[in-house]
T-cell receptor, first 116, second 115 residues
Framework: AQKITQTQPGMFVQEKEAVTLDCTYDTSDPSYGLFWYKQPSSGEMIFLIYQGSYDQQNATEGRYSLNFQKARKSANLVISASQLGDSAMYFCAMREGSSGYSTLTFGKGTMLLVSP | ETGVTQTPRHLVMGMTNKKSLKCEQHLGHNAMYWYKQSAKKPLELMFVYSLEERVENNSVPSRFSPECPNSSHLFLHLHTLQPEDSALYLC??????????????FGEGSRLTVL
C-alpha cells in the first residue's frame, strides 16, 4: 500500500486565488513528520513546510499552510494568493519514527499551473 | 544558488559506457542521499550515507555504485545501465541522519538518458 497518496495529478488556479493540494498518508507509527516540497522545472526540490504528528497547531510559512487532520490522516497544502511562480510540481512526503535513522517517503506529486 | 551542487546536469550514455554523477554540499551536513525520480513515479530512495558510512541501500542494482569519500561529496558510479535507468537523479543532504524536523536539501538533479 502507498504510504503517501496525492490524488490530484494536476491542478489549475488563477493568479491571486487560493488552492489546496491534497495529501493523505498511511502509518501506524505514532511519531511522524509530514513535509511538502516544490519542484520547479529546474529540477531542484525546495522545502516548503513541515508538520509534526504531535504539533497541536497547523503549520504555516508565509503563503503556505498545512491543513493537518490527524484522524483523517490528511495533510493538505494550502497556497494562498497564488503567483505565477508557484507553477511547479508539489510533493508530499512523510518521515516515520522519532529515533534512530529515518528517511522520507514521497508521493507521486501534483502539477500546479497558475494562470494570469 | 543551491547549497547542493550536482554535475553533470545532463548526461547521455550508451548501455556499455561508464560514467559518474557527482554531488557536493556546502552546508556542513553529515548525511547525503541519492534519489531516483522517474516519470509518474514517486521519488525512490537509492542510497544514504551518514558520516561517510553507507547506512541504507534500497535493493539498488549493482550497476549503480555509490561512493562517499567525505561528508561533502557523494558520487554515483554508473556502468552497463539499461534504458529504464533513464531518470532524474537527485542528490540531497541533511543535518544528520536523524531528521526530526530538519528537511532535506536537494540539488537540481542530473538528467540521465540511457540509449
Amino acid at each position: 500500500a502507498q504510504k503517501i497518496t496525492q490524488t490530484q495529478p494536476g491542478m489549475f488556479v488563477q493568479e491571486k486565488e487560493a488552492v489546496t493540494l491534497d495529501c493523505t498518508y498511511d502509518t501506524s507509527d505514532p511519531s511522524y513528520g509530514l513535509f511538502w516540497y516544490k519542484q520547479p522545472s529546474s529540477g531542484e526540490m525546495i522545502f516548503l513546510i513541515y508538520q509534526g504528528s504531535y504539533d497541536q497547531q497547523n503549520a504555516t510559512e508565509g503563503r503556505y499552510s498545512l491543513n493537518f487532520q490527524k484522524a483523517r490522516k490528511s495533510a493538505n497544502l494550502v497556497i494562498s494568493a497564488s503567483q505565477l511562480g508557484d507553477s511547479a510540481m508539489y510533493f508530499c512526503a512523510m518521515r516515520e519514527g522519532s529515533s534512530g535513522y529515518s528517511t522520507l517517503t514521497f508521493g507521486k506529486g501534483t502539477m500546479l499551473l497558475v494562470s494570469p | 544558488e543551491t547549497g547542493v551542487t550536482q554535475t553533470p546536469r545532463h548526461l547521455v550514455m550508451g548501455m556499455t559506457n561508464k560514467k559518474s554523477l557527482k554531488c557536493e554540499q556546502h552546508l556542513g551536513h553529515n548525511a547525503m542521499y541519492w534519489y531516483k525520480q522517474s516519470a509518474k513515479k514517486p521519488l525512490e530512495l537509492m542510497f544514504v550515507y551518514s558520516l561517510e558510512e553507507r547506512v541504507e541501500n534500497n535493493s539498488v542494482p549493482s550497476r549503480f555504485s555509490p561512493e562517499c569519500p567525505n561528508s561533502s561529496h557523494l558520487f554515483l558510479h554508473l556502468h552497463t545501465l539499461q534504458p529504464e535507468d533513464s531518470a532524474l537523479y537527485l542528490c540531497a543532504s541533511s543535518q544528520n541522519r536523524l531528521m526530526n524536523t530538519g528537511e532535506l536539501f536537494f540539488g537540481e538533479g542530473s538528467r540521465l538518458t540511457v540509449l
